[in-house]
């Protein structure tokens, strides 16, 4: 960087110190960078219990790249078999047994996932950030202690201070789950097949994961624990679920997870003496047997291949001294308490991303949020990251995108009285020709009557949901209305029409149901 384009830094080594790069943390940095501002960012890449190595980005960056490559890797096992429909022959009579490779894949995946990382680094560098693989902990006001990967320690000194450094799965506390349970970010780090897969929790990750195996052939089980997509709208829940079951899902209600040991058919002076499986030592024939306990308190052994546990994420918060200067955090998460600012309780240090508590969590949101921060610090704006109305997508086989409340907040926050939900099945062109899952889609519009039936909720479920609904989202920010959807006109032949033509609500439907079974 030339030092004639770096503002006057008086006391402090840098304007602006970042420590971890997640997704919001990078935003911050960049354009408080193109301001002029002399900026430094620390992000230790430490690898995961299991070894897995984290790259520059965070776990939300890194993590949104995956789910997407593993859900169009499930899609197009399935678009192989629709092919026929719409004329494709394979030259070969057996070429139509296709089998997956799930070498190549993860190959590829982890290919894609470094050269972004160093696109990144290469952003950062033309831009003028300060880039260090190392860890921060703050031992006083502005001052970060600076640790290499060697052990080497200094300190820093900076104006004002970002905290993103994101989360990290959680693990159950269980016997053998830290010593032969993967999370999400090690999926890819097996060189073999999962095969038969447990996924403990039934977290937006984990119903992705066990949609993604399932779509490759793979035996999957999912176990709840305890709820299917909390926070989500539990319809459109029990819709994802009914499809994942007719794909061959199978579900565990009711249970827990109380152990996990390796299967006494597998010889165990492979593990004797590890306190941690590697992939590597996940590779050879190695069955784990988990101990389930049921809601009636019985108790039942199985035998899977690979237990995957999404039992929820922890902010990475410990250890970088929040503590030692006062930063207060939520007792329950862990997370920061930040005001509508995102500052904390001491006015020079800032959070960014899902280790801020109470707020929700995506990427675009985080580098929305960041971009924001730099522009109120340095560029004298005043304007407030808004935290309603945040889209969200679950990258199942069938895709299911939301923006603002769910139909249970809706009638919480409203009562139950004064909200109209408009709902229909639609089934997407692409799929009649191979009659594919013809009642699988979905959408539903939540309105507030008193206020114009004004849109508080919006929930599609149905292929590229998330990008059917972006352009509602922008309604949604501007007031949309039901009359202003009606008035819409729908773009032929695509799915998104559906939302344009919404006369059934789900009052109607109920009572027709209920006079049906007069």
Not at 281 to 297: A, D, H, K, P
Not at 362 to 379: D, E, I, K, M, Q
Request: glycine share 10%; with cysteine.
């Amino acid at each position: 960087m030339d030092p004639q384009t770096v503002s006057s830094l008086g006391p402090y080594d840098y304007d602006l110190l970042v420590i971890g790069g997640g997704s919001g943390g990078l935003a911050v940095a960049k354009e408080a960078a193109a301001l002029r501002k002399k900026v430094l960012i620390l992000d230790l890449e430490a690898p995961s219990l299991r070894g897995t190595k984290r790259e520059l980005g965070g776990s939300s960056l890194n993590l949104n790249s995956i789910r997407k490559f593993l859900q169009q890797a499930s899609l197009l096992g399935k678009a192989i078999q629709d092919s026929q429909k719409y004329g494709w022959r394979f030259k070969e009579e057996g070429d139509l047994d296709m089998c997956h490779s799930w070498s190549e894949l993860v190959e590829a995946v982890q290919e894609q996932v470094k050269s972004r990382s160093l696109e990144l680094k290469r952003e950062l560098e033309s831009c003028g950030v300060f880039y260090l693989n190392a860890g921060g902990e703050i031992v006083a006001p502005h001052t970060v202690q600076v640790t290499d990967m060697n052990g080497r320690k200094r300190r820093l000194t900076a104006e004002t201070l970002v905290i993103a450094t994101g989360d990290r799965p959680q693990y159950l506390g269980v016997p053998g789950d830290r010593q032969y349970c993967l999370t999400s970010e090690d999926l890819l780090s097996l060189p073999h097949s999962p095969g038969r897969t447990l996924v403990v929790g039934g977290s937006a990750e984990g119903l992705e994961c066990a949609g993604f195996l399932s779509g490759l052939g793979l035996p999957v089980t999912v176990m709840l624990q305890p709820d299917l997509l909390p926070g989500f709208d539990q319809k459109m829940a029990q819709k994802i679920e009914n499809h994942m079951l007719v794909a061959g899902v199978e579900f565990l209600y009711h249970c827990s997870l109380a152990k996990v040991e390796q299967a006494e058919t597998c010889s165990k002076d492979i593990l004797s003496g590890v306190s941690a499986v590697t992939p590597q030592q996940l590779s050879r024939e190695m069955r784990l047997r988990v101990t389930i306990v049921c809601r009636e308190g019985q108790t039942k052994q199985e035998d899977f291949d690979t237990v995957l546990l999404s039992v929820g994420r922890k902010a990475c918060t410990s250890n970088i001294g929040l503590e030692c200067v006062g930063v207060q955090c939520s007792q329950d998460s862990g997370r920061i308490l930040v005001n509508e600012r995102d500052q904390t309780s001491v006015d020079h240090i800032y959070a960014i991303g899902s280790v801020q508590h109470g707020r929700p969590t995506t990427t675009g949101l985080s580098v929305h949020a960041g971009t924001l921060l730099a522009h109120r610090l340095y560029a004298g704006d005043n304007i407030l990251c808004d935290y309603t109305n945040v889209p969200t997508v679950v990258l199942t086989p069938v895709e299911y995108a939301a923006c603002g409340l769910s139909e249970e907040k809706a009638n919480l926050t409203f009562g139950e009285a004064t909200i109209e939900v408009y709902h229909s099945y639609y089934w997407p062109l692409e799929w009649t020709l191979p009659a594919r899952n013809k009642n699988s889609c979905y959408v539903k519009v939540i309105c507030h009557i008193p206020d114009h039936e004004r849109v508080v909720g919006l929930h599609v479920m149905g292929p590229n949901a998330g990008d059917i609904l972006q352009g509602f989202v922008a309604a949604m920010k501007c007031g949309l209305t039901k009359r202003q959807l009606d008035a819409t006109v729908g773009l032929q032949p695509g799915s998104a029409q559906v939302f344009t033509s919404l006369t059934q609500t789900q009052r109607m439907s109920e009572a027709l149901m209920l006079r049906g079974n007069c």
